[in-house]
Structure formats: C-alpha cells, structure tokens
C-alpha cells in the first residue's frame, strides 16, 4: 500500500507532541500546590499510562509501516500488547474514578470531605494501574507469534492474542475487550453523568437571581470541572471505538484474512486515532483551564529558559561542567513528592 512513510512520520508526530504534552503535564500537577486537588491527580495517573503507552506501543505500531514482519520476537509479542491493555485500562478506569469524584464533589458534597486525602488517591491511583496489570496478564499469556494464512499459497506470521484457526477465542477475546475497556466503564460515567447534570440544574435553580456570589461561583466552578473530565471522556469515547470495531470485524470474519485496500485505511485511521488520544489529553487541558495553561506555559518557559542557557556555556566551562552534569540533570528531572496535608480545591483545573 503506497504512503507508508507519510503513516510512520504522523505516527511519529504524535510521539514526540504527546510526550511533550504529557510528560510537561506531569512536571506541572505534580510540582504546582496550587493545582494539585483531587481531578488533577487522577490526570496525572492518566497521563502516565499515555506516556507507557507512547514510549512503548506506538513505535511498535510504526515500525509495521517499515516491515511486513514482526520485529520484536516473542518476548516483545508478549510484552507489547501487555503494556497497551495496562494502559488502555487506566485510561478508562482513571476516566471512571474522575467522574466518580465529580459525582461525589457535585451530588455529595459532604461525603468528599473524608476522601480527599493524598494517601486516600494515591492509593485509589494504584489500585487503578494493579486492576489494569491484572486483567492484562491473558494478553501476555496468550499473545505469540502465529502464522495467518492469505491465500493459499502465501503467508505471514504476526503478533496476535489467539491462532488463526478456530473462531471461539477470537470472538471471546474482542467481545470481553469491548465490554470490559469500553462499554461497561462508558455506561458507569454516563450514569455518573447523568446525576451530575440533575443535581447541577437543580442547584442552578434553586440560586436566587442576586443570592450569594460565593455560592454561584462555587456551581460555575463545579460545572468547568465537570465539563473537563466530560470532554476527556468524550476524546477516550471517540478515539478507542474504530479500534474496538475493527477488532470486532476480524474476530468475526476469520475465514479470510481482508487484504483489501478499504481494511486497511480504516485499521490505520484507528490505530491513528488511538494513539492520538495518548496525545490529546494534555492540550484540550490546556484550552479548557485557564489556570492550568498558566502553569504549563511557565514549566514551558523554564524547559527553554534552562536548554537556552547551558547551550550559551563557553566552551572552556565544558570540562567543568561535566563534573557536575550527573548532579544537575537529577535535580532538574526530579518531581516534587506529593505529600503533606490536602486542602481540596474546587477552583482549579
């Protein structure tokens, strides 16, 4: 098939901005007190699978531009795929606990007050990435590298959960897949979703026309971070399902392996897509929260601010600063350790 070149550097493309994006999103919730609150948290956990995944899968995925053959042998066919549903997994399940606190935060407001905690989310972030662990171990288990036949005549061999031959674990594998990582966690946020919405126009209407500012500033706060976590749910919506179809297709249509030219640009639209959702994250944050882009710009401005100052040394530093670039280059890439206590702030995205 003609452009693969064009795929690989899109592919590319979206490495390099989505860690940049998210690895400055990360240095910026992490080290900024004045944003850390429960929803910020929550997206960091988010944008650290988006970064596993980056790092790890999508080069993978490029490199099938470059090579019809699998390149990593069977223990990167184990442990490629496992890494993807980790991540796939604490995207949607941080996705679920963020709506989860919203609900709590908008509907039951008095009840959050004992869940706020750094050690209480840091411990619900963990758990999140130990489910996702778990329920990847099959992917590693049963992923190999198993010969596909196309014709008669030719054949390949690829990467894949199950073997060609039989239709049951194909079909069981898709079908849990889409259950588990896509409609049973839409369906909970949509129901979360849905006592937001009630309770926020409630609340809407309940406000006197000149009541109480604190209060009406409080609901319009509640309704951005709302919003937030919303359009973040929408991009995961958006961006996994073409995956999950075409997963679904294959499964259930394994007498013949497709080959034709429409299969093929829909399964690259969807891988494309789904990696792009590792990649948006970061800037729909950054054109939804307007004290969020404040803080990114300024850990922007610092990365350059510190690039364009040692790229200015002289020369004749060069020696004296290779005694000391172990040192310094720990301070600058270390994060500031989340602890201490935790006032809950619904002001910040």
Same mark, same amino acid.
Request: proline share 4%; hydrophobic share 45%; with cysteine.
């Given at each position: 098939y003609?452009?693969?070149?064009?795929?690989?550097?899109?592919?590319?493309?979206i490495?390099?901005?989505?860690?940049?994006?998210?690895?400055?999103?990360?240095?910026?919730?992490?080290?900024?007190?004045?944003?850390?609150?429960?929803?910020?948290?929550?997206?960091?956990?988010?944008?650290?699978g988006?970064?596993?995944l980056?790092?790890?899968?999508?080069?993978?995925?490029?490199?099938?531009?470059?090579?019809d053959?699998?390149?990593?042998?069977?223990?990167?066919?184990?442990?490629?795929?496992?890494?993807?549903?980790?991540?796939?997994?604490?995207?949607?399940?941080?996705?679920?606990?963020?709506?989860?606190?919203?609900?709590?935060?908008?509907?039951?407001?008095?009840?959050?007050?004992? %869940?706020? /905690?750094?050690?209480?989310? !840091?411990?619900?972030? *963990?758990?999140? #990435?130990?489910? $996702?662990? @778990?329920?990847?171990?099959?992917?590693?288990?049963?992923?190999?590298?198993?010969?596909?036949?196309?014709?008669?005549?030719?054949?390949?061999?690829?990467?894949?959960?199950?073997?060609?031959?039989?239709?049951?674990?194909?079909?069981?594998?898709?079908?849990?897949?889409?259950?588990?990582?896509?409609?049973?966690?839409?369906?909970?946020?949509?129901?979360?979703?849905t006592?937001?919405?009630?309770?926020?126009?409630?609340?809407?209407?309940?406000?006197?026309?000149?009541?109480?500012?604190?209060?009406?500033?409080?609901?319009?706060?509640?309704?951005?971070? %709302?919003? /937030?976590?919303?359009?973040? !749910?929408?991009?995961? *919506?958006?961006? #996994?399902?073409? $995956?999950? @179809?075409?997963?679904?297709y294959?499964?259930?249509?394994?007498?013949?392996?497709?080959?034709?030219?429409?299969?093929?640009?829909?399964?690259?639209?969807?891988?494309?897509?789904?990696?792009?959702?590792?990649?948006?994250?970061?800037?729909?944050?950054?054109?939804?929260?307007?004290?969020?882009?404040?803080?990114?710009?300024?850990?922007?401005?610092?990365?350059?601010?510190?690039?364009?100052?040692?790229?200015?040394?002289?020369?004749?530093?060069?020696?004296?600063?290779?005694?000391?670039?172990?040192?310094?280059?720990?301070?600058?890439?270390?994060?500031?350790?989340?602890?201490?206590?935790?006032?809950?702030?619904?002001?910040?995205?």
């Amino acid at each position: 098939y003609s452009h693969p070149s064009f795929i690989f550097s899109l592919d590319v493309s979206i490495i390099v901005l989505g860690l940049i994006g998210n690895i400055t999103l990360i240095r910026t919730l992490c080290s900024t007190k004045s944003i850390r609150n429960v929803p910020n948290l929550f997206m960091s956990s988010l944008a650290l699978g988006d970064v596993l995944l980056l790092v790890t899968c999508a080069p993978v995925d490029a490199s099938r531009f470059l090579s019809d053959e699998w390149l990593f042998g069977r223990v990167g066919c184990k442990i490629i795929p496992f890494i993807q549903l980790t991540s796939v997994g604490v995207s949607v399940f941080t996705l679920t606990a963020l709506s989860a606190d919203r609900y709590r935060a908008i509907v039951k407001p008095l009840d959050l007050q004992t %869940a706020t /905690t750094t050690t209480s989310i !840091v411990l619900r972030a *963990a758990f999140i #990435w130990v489910f $996702s662990l @778990i329920l990847a171990i099959p992917e590693a288990v049963y992923s190999d590298l198993h010969t596909f036949n196309v014709t008669f005549n030719e054949s390949f061999v690829t990467c894949a959960p199950y073997p060609h031959t039989g239709k049951l674990h194909p079909q069981i594998h898709s079908m849990a897949s889409f259950l588990i990582f896509y409609v049973i966690p839409l369906l909970v946020i949509s129901m979360y979703y849905t006592f937001i919405a009630r309770s926020l126009f409630k609340s809407a209407s309940d406000l006197p026309m000149e009541g109480n500012v604190h209060a009406r500033r409080q609901v319009e706060s509640r309704k951005r971070l %709302a919003k /937030t976590v919303l359009v973040f !749910v929408g991009l995961f *919506a958006v961006c #996994w399902l073409p $995956s999950h @179809i075409i997963y679904l297709y294959r499964s259930y249509h394994y007498s013949q392996v497709d080959i034709s030219l429409g299969h093929f640009i829909c399964s690259v639209i969807a891988r494309i897509l789904a990696f792009t959702n590792s990649c948006i994250n970061p800037f729909a944050l950054y054109l939804l929260s307007k004290s969020f882009k404040k803080q990114f710009n300024q850990q922007l401005l610092c990365c350059c601010h510190f690039m364009l100052k040692h790229s200015q040394q002289s020369p004749t530093h060069y020696n004296t600063r290779m005694t000391s670039i172990h040192s310094t280059h720990h301070s600058v890439a270390s994060l500031t350790m989340i602890n201490g206590r935790q006032l809950y702030q619904e002001d910040y995205v």
